[in-house]
């Protein structure tokens, strides 16, 4: 199977280089200090500091190993390409909920980017989905995964 794109903003890449670089640095040295100490308390069959200490290493391994799978299958994006003629990742948009009026903004991003509570949205969400390759004007139809769905009408695209 083809591992996805990740696409990225040049400050989402660099914020995404620290975690790593960190994680693999301090993070490690953290880890390792930690299971040493547990270590000195004996026998490891019941040291519940040590399996704790296990369990810590095993979750930023994991997320170690997520943050290069991420990076090494990412594209930077060039805001300063974008067209504000058609939505694409990168786009901040306007839209209206046709049924409730509402108006909200979007921007949208790559996955490891997304920010629902700061109006930042996946590409692969429901409504990033929705909103990709529409225009200005048109009405577009989101599809829930509880299987209601609703419409928007773009307003406005913007870098």
Same mark, same amino acid.
């Given at each position: 199977m083809a591992q996805e794109k990740t696409v990225l903003t040049h400050e989402g890449y660099l914020k995404l280089m620290a975690e790593l670089e960190n994680l693999k640095t301090a993070g490690r040295d953290s880890i390792a200090e930690k299971i040493k100490e547990a270590r000195s308390f004996g026998d490891l069959s019941e040291n519940a500091e040590y399996d704790e200490a296990m369990n810590e290493q095993a979750k930023m391994e994991a997320r170690i190993a997520k943050l290069e799978d991420d990076l090494a299958n990412s594209t930077i994006l060039d805001e300063n390409e974008l067209?504000? *003629? /058609? /939505?694409?990742? &990168?786009?901040?948009? *306007? /839209?209206?909920?046709?049924?409730? &009026?509402? =108006? /909200? *903004?979007?921007? =949208?991003?790559?996955?490891?980017?997304?920010?629902? *509570?700061? &109006? =930042?949205i996946s590409d692969q969400s429901p409504v990033g989905r929705a909103l990709l390759g529409h225009k200005a004007g048109e009405s577009v139809t989101v599809e829930t995964p509880t299987g209601k769905s609703f419409s928007l009408e773009i307003l406005s695209i913007s870098r």
């Open positions: 067209s504000t *003629e /058609v /939505v694409s990742t &990168g786009s901040r948009v *306007e /839209v209206r909920n046709t049924s409730t &009026g509402l =108006i /909200v *903004e979007y921007h =949208i991003l790559g996955k490891t980017q997304a920010n629902p *509570e700061l &109006g =930042i």
